[in-house]
């Protein structure tokens, strides 16, 4: 194949054999940019310690216990392609899982968009993987879940987690392409932690594409039906007594 051409680059990857973490790859909005995901790990400064599994392919493996039994890492990393990791991110996070000895490591990351509509469009999303609050403790999954409730934090995607393979066995989730807007998974993982730890630094830059499935995900919880849905369970929570007729017209007139 030709040099520096997007097929050789992934049967470059392919035959590494891993020391301390499998990356594996699952397919964003669009693969036009898998090959700057591939150049950002290629870029690291463990790159011969790492081992990806792209799950971008056509009939590659999804199931959980499969992907495990293929995976050589002590460590996994989920990684949506287009995005991005910063050049030391893998060594420093795996050196902070094993020095804690981590069950989850959770780290911060940043948004950049396709283009300047998306920019505008999600402009609210520029902080919202920035952790502000305060983690200096290796706590439990619970704890670190109550943790950053006090502190207003968002639970990060898996893509901002570093998890250790034997907490996911038995793990029955298919490990799909959708798995970074996973929550239900992401909350079972983080409740089966022993070892949580976070740290606010920013190892991820997050592509915001069209379609973006974080995009679809706001989308979902910004439309009129979700709204009326949280404003309805608001007043039988309260006790309050209202056909809510004149807020649906409202809504629907948006």
Known sequence: ??????????????????????VIIS???????????????????IVNDIEIID????????RGDEVLNKAEGK??????SGDLLTSFALEELWNICETKHLDILLFSGAVFYENTKLAKRYKNLSDEFYRCGSYAQVITGKEMRNQLKK???????????????DLLIGEKT????KIDTDRC????????????FCVNDIYLYKRITEPSG?????QVLTTPGYLVKKIFRYMRKNGIKCTGIAIIRKLRAR
């Open 1 to 22: 194949c030709l040099v520096g051409s997007e097929m050789c680059i992934r049967d470059r990857y392919e035959i590494r054999t891993m020391k301390k973490i499998t």
């Open 27 to 45: 397919a964003g909005d669009t693969d036009k940019y898998m090959e700057e995901t591939l150049d950002s790990l290629s870029a690291q400064s």
């Open 55 to 62: 799950q971008t392919k056509p009939g590659q493996i999804t």
């Open 75 to 80: 460590y996994l990393y989920f990684m949506n």
């Open 151 to 165: 502190n207003k934090d968002i639970l990060p995607p898996v893509s901002m987690q570093i998890l250790k393979k």
């Open 174 to 177: 298919d490990f799909h392409n």
């Open 185 to 196: 998974f992401v909350k079972r993982i983080l409740l089966k932690a022993e070892r949580v």
């Open 214 to 218: 974080v995009g679809k995900m706001l």
